[in-house]
């Protein structure tokens, strides 16, 4: 079990940060490399694509990767009254990274209370407007920003990113427990790289494994969120920052992140 050493500063009270959104979902990984972003931005899209008003946050300011998968760049603009304009990917649909702010082949380095002050900053100093969602793209394995952002607003559920392999199911497992620790409720686990979808033969073979995330998910009493595949097109669409694109016009592509989201 993870231990969080609470942040010295008092926390905002619920609520404080002045949100108008009815869910905040959390999308966590216990570590890096597992799709968590690819999966964060998906579900933002393909919620927004649902007809839902949708906000994405991405969080993971160690390596924020969102706008390079959704081909996303600028500075955001700063109001009269200090609110960020955060960038759209649509009209209405907000997005604010870290990635934004910093040159991309800098390094940032920070320190506990800086990222602290800078990740509840974003939250309140975005102009989010009225959402039904803000998804947030949460750094790998990290407790005491969860712990942060549940002492900030209140948030709806965390989705817990995994591959079948067993070594990622135990952080997953982590992370899981991390998340219940802070009193954040676990929305579901989305297994990726379930599989891998052969574009020659239409054939899915299992390189990392598949069903190991399902079978922890029962165990731990959380909801199974379904299975992506590995798939050539989310990854160039990913590189080439077009992922939204393949939310939006390959419909099997994007069914298992259909799934998921009608879970949140
Ligand atoms: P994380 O946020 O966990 O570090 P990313 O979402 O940045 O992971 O994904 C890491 C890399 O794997 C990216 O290049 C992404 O395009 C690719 N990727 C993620 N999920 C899939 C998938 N299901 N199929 C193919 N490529 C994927």
Same mark, same amino acid.
């Given at each position: 079990?993870?231990?969080?050493?609470?942040?010295?500063?008092?926390?905002?009270?619920?609520?404080?940060?002045?949100?108008?959104?009815?869910?905040?979902?959390?999308?966590?990984?216990?570590?890096?490399?597992?799709?968590?972003?690819? *999966? &964060?931005?998906?579900? =933002? @899209?393909?919620?927004?694509? %649902?007809?839902?008003? !949708?906000?994405?946050?991405? /969080?993971?300011?160690?390596?924020?990767?969102?706008?390079?998968?959704?081909?996303?760049?600028?500075?955001?603009?700063?109001?009269?009254?200090?609110?960020?304009?955060?960038?759209?990917?649509?009209?209405?649909?907000?997005?604010?990274?870290?990635?934004?702010?910093?040159?991309?082949?800098?390094?940032?380095?920070?320190?506990?209370?800086?990222?602290?002050?800078?990740?509840?900053?974003?939250?309140?100093?975005?102009?989010?407007?009225?959402?039904?969602?803000?998804?947030?793209?949460?750094?790998?394995?990290?407790?005491?920003?969860?712990?942060?952002?549940?002492?900030?607003?209140?948030?709806?559920?965390?989705?817990?990113?995994?591959?079948?392999?067993? *070594? &990622?199911?135990?952080? =997953? @497992?982590?992370?899981?427990? %991390?998340?219940?620790? !802070?009193?954040?409720?676990? /929305?579901?686990?989305?297994?990726?790289?379930?599989?891998?979808?052969?574009?020659?033969?239409?054939?899915?073979?299992?390189?990392?494994?598949?069903?190991?995330?399902?079978?922890?998910?029962?165990?731990?009493?959380?909801?199974?969120?379904?299975?992506?595949?590995?798939?050539?097109?989310?990854?160039?669409?990913?590189?080439?920052?077009?992922?939204?694109?393949?939310?939006?016009?390959?419909?099997?592509?994007?069914?298992?992140?259909?799934?998921?989201?009608?879970?949140?």
């Amino acid at each position: 079990n993870a231990t969080i050493v609470p942040h010295e500063r008092p926390p905002a009270r619920i609520g404080q940060l002045g949100l108008r959104v009815k869910k905040v979902v959390l999308v966590g990984s216990g570590k890096g490399g597992v799709g968590k972003s690819t *999966v &964060a931005a998906s579900l =933002a @899209v393909m919620l927004n694509q %649902m007809g839902s008003r !949708v906000g994405l946050m991405d /969080a993971d300011v160690y390596g924020p990767s969102v706008p390079h998968l959704l081909g996303l760049e600028g500075r955001p603009e700063v109001d009269a009254d200090k609110k960020i304009r955060p960038i759209e990917l649509r009209e209405g649909f907000p997005v604010m990274s870290m990635g934004f702010l910093v040159e991309p082949d800098q390094a940032v380095i920070w320190r506990g209370p800086m990222l602290h002050g800078s990740i509840q900053q974003f939250l309140r100093d975005t102009q989010w407007g009225e959402l039904d969602y803000l998804i947030i793209d949460m750094p790998p394995g990290t407790g005491d920003i969860a712990l942060t952002l549940s002492q900030s607003v209140p948030i709806s559920g965390a989705v817990v990113v995994c591959t079948p392999q067993e *070594v &990622a199911l135990l952080d =997953a @497992v982590k992370a899981i427990n %991390m998340f219940r620790k !802070v009193n954040i409720p676990v /929305a579901g686990m989305v297994e990726n790289m379930s599989g891998f979808l052969c574009p020659d033969n239409g054939k899915t073979y299992d390189i990392f494994g598949r069903g190991g995330a399902r079978d922890k998910a029962a165990q731990m009493d959380v909801p199974f969120l379904g299975g992506l595949p590995i798939d050539i097109r989310l990854r160039e669409a990913g590189d080439e920052g077009r992922l939204h694109e393949v939310i939006a016009d390959q419909p099997d592509a994007a069914a298992p992140i259909e799934q998921a989201a009608r879970a949140l």
